[in-house]
């Protein structure tokens, strides 16, 4: 990260702050702070927003044989996962975009137009110590998340995909 911002933005924070001068003299900055999401399309190269149904296509989880306990409790967690998503992309108080989940498992933040190759892998881990505080596990460089079965419920879902992503050391909340 701190390489990136080195080439990347360093250069251009001269530019960039005597752009924000110029805008803030015509009043227009405030504006754009408030309206960030419809202004990012002017400033941000392909700030496409990434549709919740094409996202979940993504994703080819690994159940154990249908039927089979395991099976059971890795669809029901697969599940929540979903419902996860699906609350990033609707509602208003979710902590994470859609595009942030897809960073945290792919190291993107949009889709490719011809989808991940290979699809995102969601595995399932169980027999997980009787007291342990795992979390939700993303290999970017794999196209893969793990999910603990022992997780009870789509808040504590919500809440353990949430902070996984905070954590995630590459993760940058501009
Ligand atoms: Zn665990």
Redesign the pocket.
């Known amino acids: 990260r701190m390489l990136y911002y080195k080439e990347t933005l360093e250069p251009r924070i001269e530019a960039i702050r005597q752009l924000q001068a110029g805008l803030n003299m015509r009043g227009l900055l405030p504006l754009i702070k408030k309206h960030s999401e419809e202004f990012s399309k002017f400033f941000v190269f392909n700030a496409i927003s990434i549709d919740y149904f094409q996202f979940v296509d993504e994703f080819k989880p690994i159940f154990q044989p249908e039927g089979s306990n395991k099976f059971i409790r890795e669809e029901t967690i697969y599940k929540y996962f979903c419902d996860y998503v699906e609350s990033c992309n609707s509602s208003d108080n979710a902590t994470h975009s859609l595009s942030d989940v897809c960073q945290f498992i792919t190291g993107s933040m949009n889709i490719p137009p011809m989808g991940f190759q290979p699809k995102i892998v969601v595995k399932f881990?169980h027999d997980?110590d009787h007291d342990?505080q795992?979390y939700p596990e993303a290999s970017t460089c794999a196209y893969v998340i793990k999910l603990?079965v022992?997780i009870n419920s789509l808040q504590e879902m919500i809440t353990k995909m949430d902070e996984a992503i905070i954590n995630a050391p590459f993760f940058f909340k501009g």
């Open positions: 881990v997980c342990c795992c603990p022992h």
